[in-house]
C-alpha cells in the first residue's frame, strides 16, 4: 500500500529555522518525483517545487525559489521542505504529493503538515 | 506562471450534472493533454479525480468526467450528491517555470 507519512504540526517564531519531511513507504522511491504544495488558511493550492528522487533534480516556482529548500534522503526514502528563517507568512498547511517518473500527475498526497509562525 | 481560472462557485441540486471550467494558456492547457483534477474536503488532504485532461484513477466513480477544448479543460459531475460538496482545483504541467500550475479552485455545493 502506499503511504506517504508527514511529519506533525508545528509552531515556530519568526526568524527560526523548520525542516518537515514526507517519509514514503509502499513504492520504488526512488522512480518518483515529490512535489510540495501550500494552502494558505483559507486559500488555495500552489506548487512550492518538486524534485526528482532518483537525482534530486529539483524546479522551484520562482515565487518560492530562495525562500525553501527542498531535498531527500533515498536511504530513509523521506523528502525535507526547509526554511532557514521563517516569517508570519509562512503560516500555512504543506503537502507532499507523489508522480511517477514519466508521468504528469500527482497520485498520491501526504496528509499534510501545519505550521503555524507567530511571536 | 499565472494561476488558471477557474469560476468562485458552482452548484447544483442532487442528481443534476454541473460542469466546471479551467482556462489557461498554449503553454499549459491548451499545449499538453496533461491536466489533472483534484477534489479537497475540508481539512484534508486533495484527492487525484481526473488525470491526463481524461482518466480515471481506480476507484473514482464514473459520475466524474474530463474534458478539454483548446486552452479550457472542464470538469463534468454527474448524478450530484451530497459527498460530492467540495473544492476541486485544477492542474496542468507547463514546461515553463514553475513546471505545474494549479487553478484558482471551485467550490461546489449541492443545494
Known amino acids: 500500500e502506499v503511504q506517504l507519512v508527514q511529519s506533525g504540526a508545528e509552531v515556530k517564531k519568526p526568524g527560526e529555522s523548520l525542516q518537515i519531511s514526507c517519509q514514503g513507504s509502499g513504492f520504488s522511491f526512488t522512480n518518483y518525483w515529490i512535489g510540495w504544495v501550500r494552502q494558505m488558511p483559507g486559500k488555495g493550492l500552489e506548487w512550492m517545487g518538486i524534485?526528482?528522487?532518483?537525482?534530486?533534480?529539483?524546479k522551484y516556482n520562482p515565487s518560492f525559489q530562495g525562500q525553501v529548500t527542498i531535498s531527500v534522503d533515498r536511504s530513509v526514502s523521506t523528502a525535507y521542505l526547509q526554511w532557514s528563517s521563517l516569517k508570519a507568512s509562512d503560516t500555512a498547511m504543506f503537502y507532499c504529493?507523489?508522480?511517477?517518473?514519466?508521468?504528469?500527475?500527482?497520485?498520491?498526497w501526504g496528509q499534510g503538515t501545519l505550521v503555524t509562525v507567530s511571536s | 506562471q499565472s494561476a488558471l481560472t477557474q469560476p468562485a462557485s458552482v452548484s447544483g441540486s442532487p442528481g443534476q450534472s454541473i460542469t466546471i471550467s479551467c482556462t489557461g494558456t498554449?503553454?499549459?492547457?491548451?499545449?499538453?493533454?496533461?491536466v489533472s483534477w483534484f477534489q479537497q474536503h475540508p481539512g484534508k488532504a486533495p484527492k487525484l479525480m481526473i488525470y491526463?485532461?481524461?482518466n480515471r484513477p481506480s476507484g473514482i466513480s464514473n459520475r466524474f468526467s474530463g474534458s478539454k477544448s483548446g486552452n479550457t479543460a472542464s470538469l463534468t459531475i454527474s448524478g450530484l450528491q451530497a459527498e460530492d460538496e467540495a473544492d476541486y482545483y485544477c492542474?496542468?504541467?507547463?514546461?515553463?517555470?514553475?513546471?505545474?500550475?494549479f487553478g484558482t479552485g471551485t467550490k461546489v455545493t449541492v443545494l
Open positions: 524534485i526528482y528522487a532518483g537525482d534530486s533534480t529539483t
Open positions: 498554449s503553454s499549459d492547457v491548451g499545449g499538453y493533454n496533461y
Open positions: 492542474s496542468s504541467y507547463t514546461p515553463i517555470t514553475p513546471t505545474y500550475v
Open positions: 504529493a507523489i508522480a511517477r517518473h514519466g508521468n504528469y500527475y500527482w497520485d498520491f
Open positions: 491526463d485532461v481524461r
